[in-house]
């Protein structure tokens, strides 16, 4: 009888043993799982700046070639674009696309250069679509492009949809990116409920 006892308080015991290491190993799951989560982020958020980087350098080297933005010399304001950033990028890329035929194409890169050559893919998140044309960012929203079309230094984003110019404040800028933090996708309006983390801005 006390043999049987005692087998069975080590069976218990055991059991107990058990629970508390599945315990452990989910806890360190979990932190490991956050852990991995951060890295991702850290890495999408260093993609983007890369990848608006690489706009920056294109539309500097347009400005440098032809003394202007790569929009259409009717364009006297300030500017953003968004489900049509293909409109910039087909132009820095010479390469036609839904909403830059070949003739608006011709008129703004008449000596077919070609200022940005990015990865082309039929995916929507960290590349260009082969169909649209459109660069999204690697949380698959496109990169909003503010053009200064008024050439006066700066971005009046009142007059893109913010409510008030501080939530852009660019200073002296040409072109810069709303950066999206949650995975929420952007309206062709911006709207003051999204995490304007940082606007990449030169001149």
Known sequence: MNISR?????????????????????????????????????AKRVQAKNDMSQIAGAVQSYYTEYGRYPIASSVTID???YNTNDQIISVLRYKT?????????????QRQIKFLEPK??????????????????????????????DYSGDITATSLGFATNPQVGVGVASVGYYFVKNKMPLTSTPSTTYDKTYLLSWQ
Not at 120 to 142: E, H, L, M, Q, R
């Open 120 to 149: 082309v893919v039929a995916f929507t998140k960290a590349c260009v679509n082969t169909t649209s044309g459109i660069w999204y960012d690697p949380w698959g929203a496109p990169f909003m492009i503010f053009i200064d079309g």
């Open 79 to 81: 500017v953003s674009y």
């Open 6 to 42: 005692s087998s069975r308080s080590g069976a218990a015991f055991t059991l107990i043993e058990l629970l508390v290491v599945i315990s452990i190993i989910a806890i360190l799951a979990s932190l490991a799982f956050t852990s991995a989560q951060s890295a991702m982020l850290a």
């Open 97 to 109: 696309s839904p909403n830059m035929p070949q003739a608006s194409l011709d008129a703004l890169n």
